[in-house]
């Protein structure tokens, strides 16, 4: 088995077929986009290919060290001008073609007038666990 992050991004990503910002959805789009959402993460768990996932926010900030003793440096609330990340799933599957398969799956979720969205997700592999090489 190896593991998946399947990432879903406001923008940064390639545009969707169905572009349609989540914002100026219906709330009923909403629900039925969360609804397809649950569903497939509830079918991975059951399936035994679900690890976690979450939907996140689309405010957020950058954070970096500055020095012993300095305070930690912010980039502000500038989120105009970043790549955001919309949510992420982490999956646990047999095959990379297993993963391409379920994300395939899951850039059909439903969007403007129900239609699907066929936005591009972001399919990144969890490095592999090195063993200790020191003797």
Do not use: C
Not at 40 to 64: I, M, N, Q, W
Not at 74 to 86: I, N, Q
Not at 112 to 134: K, M
């Amino acid at each position: 088995m190896a593991k998946y992050l399947l990432l879903k991004h406001y923008r940064g990503a390639p545009a969707a077929v169905n572009d349609v910002p989540m914002d100026q959805w219906t709330p009923e789009e909403v629900t039925a986009h969360l609804k397809y959402m649950d569903d497939f993460a509830k079918r991975l768990e059951r399936d035994g290919e679900y690890v976690g996932g979450v939907a996140l926010s689309p405010e957020g900030t950058f954070v970096r060290y500055d020095g012993e003793g300095r305070p930690p440096v912010t980039d502000g609330p500038f989120a105009e001008t970043k790549d955001l990340v919309a949510g992420w799933m982490v999956i646990d599957v047999d095959s990379y073609e297993r993963a391409v398969q379920l994300a395939g799956e899951l850039s059909a979720a439903p969007g403007a007038g129900g239609r699907p969205i066929h936005e591009w997700l972001e399919l990144r592999p969890f490095l592999a666990n090195h063993a200790d090489t020191t003797e």
